[in-house]
């Protein structure tokens, strides 16, 4: 084997050799790879599961709305008298509002920020979301009733307080 590479360095080395060693290699590490990332989800009856193949940021993902679930890291029906799960799933209608925002989908972020403030009303976070998607919207009355409401009941918050402060003073930019 030893002298056989040793007569033939010159074409192995050329551009067939190295296309033919790199195609091997390429064989062998792309079924490692689709082996080493196989991907297997259970589900009970009724149930419905989102699989992500990218980064998802939050604990609750939300991309799809059937009727009243939410498809995330767990499927849950809308019902008030489960407040654990509830809050779980006003996190994701709010992660979902953010994401529709980061997308300029303003209409979007609005129907998920008002739908994690339907499960949890004292969700801060998606009331000044809202306020900000109003203001940028050009709704400055509402969006300062929002930022009113929401620096009352956390006044300790810089980040609500720099909210309200660029919504008054008719700042559109976060930078």
């Not at 929401?150 to 700042?171: H, M, S, T, W």
Request: net charge positive; hydrophobic share 35%.
């Amino acid at each position: 084997m030893v002298d056989w590479i040793g007569k033939n360095v010159t074409w192995i080395f050329s551009g067939v050799g190295v296309a033919i060693i790199g195609a091997i290699l390429s064989l062998l590490f792309k079924r490692r790879r689709t082996e080493s990332s196989k991907q297997e989800q259970t589900s009970g009856d009724n149930s419905t599961n989102v699989q992500v193949g990218g980064d998802v940021t939050g604990n609750v993902s939300v991309e799809n709305i059937q009727g009243d679930k939410v498809e995330g890291d767990k499927t849950v029906i809308h019902n008030p008298g489960i407040s654990g799960e509830h809050v779980k799933l006003g996190d994701g209608y709010r992660e979902a509002g953010r994401a529709c925002e980061r997308r300029n989908d303003h209409e979007g972020a609005k129907r998920y920020y008002n739908l994690a403030l339907n499960i949890n009303p004292d969700d801060y976070n998606a009331l000044a979301n809202l306020a900000w998607i109003e203001h940028k919207d050009g709704k400055t009355e509402v969006a300062k009733m929002l930022i009113d409401k929401v620096c009352k009941a956390k006044p300790e918050k810089d980040r609500f307080q720099d909210l309200r402060y660029r919504i008054y003073n008719g700042i559109k930019s976060l930078r």
